[in-house]
């Protein structure tokens, strides 16, 4: 698979830098980066989440989404809302009472995310703001600026094929991204080219890196 994915080290960077910055709407964008890596939604579907639907998927135990918002519009996704991401989600909650005090709420619902159109009326935050957000992000963490919020839905897929300890890692990352076919899975069956490194690494004990022995063995080649 290209890498369109945030590996480890590059999800704990993004993260640290939002973090460090004090300032509502960077506490608003660290929880809604951290609720989007957690659960790999479609940044289309999440950002169309109001405040109700996430207090009863906080009351619940699952977040639920209407197959209206979901791709294809077939059936409904489901999130199970872990430890981690209850934090961000109850965040997000008291985030949106806070930061939109004051506003008339659209007819669909309380955003769980509030921004504001062009005519200065707020809303959601918009798809394009979200992208814009999180390049800023990326940019300020010195990670790859092509970045988009569909990176993190990859990212989810990533992280369950590594930390998963069951038999069918595969088919885990299946039903937690909502893919109705396995095939569509596959492709986090593949491995970038640093991890298949990495790990050679590990299991052969190399020292040296294999960009760093092309180099040599053409030096002396020639």
Same mark, same amino acid.
């Given at each position: 698979m290209q890498k369109r994915y945030l590996t480890e080290l590059e999800q704990s960077r993004l993260m640290l830098?939002?973090? %460090?910055v004090n300032d509502p709407l960077a506490q608003r964008d660290y929880h809604w980066i951290g609720a989007l890596i957690l659960t790999g939604m479609r940044i289309q579907e999440f950002s169309r989440l109001t405040v109700p639907m996430v207090q009863q998927a906080l009351a619940l135990g699952w977040l639920v989404s209407p197959k209206e918002y979901c791709k294809g519009g077939r059936r409904c996704n489901e999130y199970l809302v872990t430890a981690r991401l209850r934090t961000h989600l109850e965040a997000l +909650? %008291?985030?949106?009472?806070?930061? @939109?005090? @004051?506003?008339? +709420?659209p007819a669909e @619902? $309380?955003?769980?995310?509030w921004g504001r159109d062009v005519a200065g009326i707020a809303g959601a935050l918009s798809v394009r703001s979200y992208e814009a957000r999180l390049k800023q992000w990326a940019v300020h963490a $010195?990670?790859?600026?092509r970045i988009s919020p569909h990176w993190?839905?990859?990212?989810?897929?990533m992280n369950i094929m590594r930390r998963s300890r069951g038999n069918n890692p595969l088919k885990v990352a299946q039903i937690a991204l909502n893919h109705s076919s396995l095939k569509s899975t596959g492709i986090y069956l593949d491995m970038s080219r640093e991890e298949f490194e990495r790990e050679l690494q590990l299991v052969d004990g190399g020292? +040296?890196?294999k960009k760093v022995a092309r180099k040599v063995a053409q030096g002396v080649a020639a």
């Amino acid at each position: 698979m290209q890498k369109r994915y945030l590996t480890e080290l590059e999800q704990s960077r993004l993260m640290l830098g939002v973090s %460090k910055v004090n300032d509502p709407l960077a506490q608003r964008d660290y929880h809604w980066i951290g609720a989007l890596i957690l659960t790999g939604m479609r940044i289309q579907e999440f950002s169309r989440l109001t405040v109700p639907m996430v207090q009863q998927a906080l009351a619940l135990g699952w977040l639920v989404s209407p197959k209206e918002y979901c791709k294809g519009g077939r059936r409904c996704n489901e999130y199970l809302v872990t430890a981690r991401l209850r934090t961000h989600l109850e965040a997000l +909650v %008291k985030l949106s009472n806070e930061l @939109g005090a @004051g506003c008339v +709420v659209p007819a669909e @619902g $309380q955003p769980l995310v509030w921004g504001r159109d062009v005519a200065g009326i707020a809303g959601a935050l918009s798809v394009r703001s979200y992208e814009a957000r999180l390049k800023q992000w990326a940019v300020h963490a $010195q990670l790859d600026a092509r970045i988009s919020p569909h990176w993190l839905r990859h990212t989810r897929g990533m992280n369950i094929m590594r930390r998963s300890r069951g038999n069918n890692p595969l088919k885990v990352a299946q039903i937690a991204l909502n893919h109705s076919s396995l095939k569509s899975t596959g492709i986090y069956l593949d491995m970038s080219r640093e991890e298949f490194e990495r790990e050679l690494q590990l299991v052969d004990g190399g020292r +040296v890196p294999k960009k760093v022995a092309r180099k040599v063995a053409q030096g002396v080649a020639a």
